[in-house]
């Protein structure tokens, strides 16, 4: 047996774990590379770069998937909420005036691309051209949307949440129609399941399995929006009992 092939990553296995400690080893040296560019006046420079490679690598990822050998439409086209959140993280680190994008890269990219980490639907191994588009395609995207919170100074508010929630569920109504027509199974709404064990095993059939699904992504995103609104909330009430105290100190005449 060829060696390579012991490598395929298998959900919970040790190869498994040992490539997703990569993954965010790769993410995390990224974003302090990042803060330290920031102190020497170099941060747009990376993030220009990191953007413009995530937009090659893109390019490269659709048209290989549209190559006549890989080509399958139930599988090929970019139509999954990462392949949409792969298009969005290079834009919106270099338009950081476009606050949508931002709000789009930091809950899709927490709230969805996280769980290839967790649960990966691959059966290949660094010997094939699919396994380097999967963890690296996912990595890039979690990897911006952690730059852009710990370098860029990203912080959700409630109606980033509200405004994600519409492109959410406005995605999910198109894409379960699309699915339906052509008997796919894109975001994973469709009528089958993926080809791996998933939290979507445990859902029930289908079309119970897709609602549970977008109340899920709600409650993920809306767990994401919460320590912010909390952190806030705290802050204020700090800066508050601050000045309060302040203003009852004794005055000198």
């Given at each position: ?40 006046d ?70 969805f ?23 690296g395609?996912?990595?890039l ?109 004794p005055?000198?005449?």
């Amino acid at each position: 047996m060829n060696c390579v092939k012991l490598l395929a990553v298998q959900p919970f296995s040790p190869q498994h774990l040992i490539t997703v400690i990569a993954c965010l080893f790769a993410m995390i040296l990224f974003a302090a590379f990042g803060r330290r560019c920031k102190r020497n006046d170099r941060e747009f420079n990376l993030r220009r770069s990191f953007a413009l490679f995530f937009i090659a690598w893109q390019v490269f990822t659709t048209i290989w998937w549209l190559l006549p050998r890989n080509y399958d439409v139930a599988v090929s086209l970019p139509l999954h909420v990462c392949d949409l959140a792969a298009w969005i993280a290079p834009f919106a680190l270099l338009f950081q005036d476009k606050r949508w994008l931002r709000t789009m890269l930091y809950f899709w990219g927490f709230g969805f691309s996280t769980e290839a980490f967790i649960t990966p639907i691959l059966d290949h191994g660094p010997d094939s051209v699919h396994f380097w588009l999967f963890w690296g395609g996912h990595t890039l995207i979690v990897g911006a949307a952690l730059y852009d919170v710990v370098v860029c100074g990203y912080r959700p508010r409630f109606r980033d949440f509200l405004v994600a929630t519409a492109f959410s569920l406005s995605y999910s109504a198109i894409i379960i129609g699309l699915n339906v027509a052509i008997g796919a199974n894109y975001g994973y709404l469709g009528q089958s399941k993926p080809g791996a064990p998933t939290l979507i095993d445990h859902l029930g059939q289908w079309p119970l399995r897709a609602i549970w699904m977008i109340l899920l992504g709600e409650l993920f995103m809306l767990l994401l929006w919460a320590p912010w609104a909390i952190a806030g909330r705290n802050g204020k009430r700090e800066l508050t009992n601050t000045r309060t105290s302040a203003s009852s100190l004794p005055h000198r005449p």
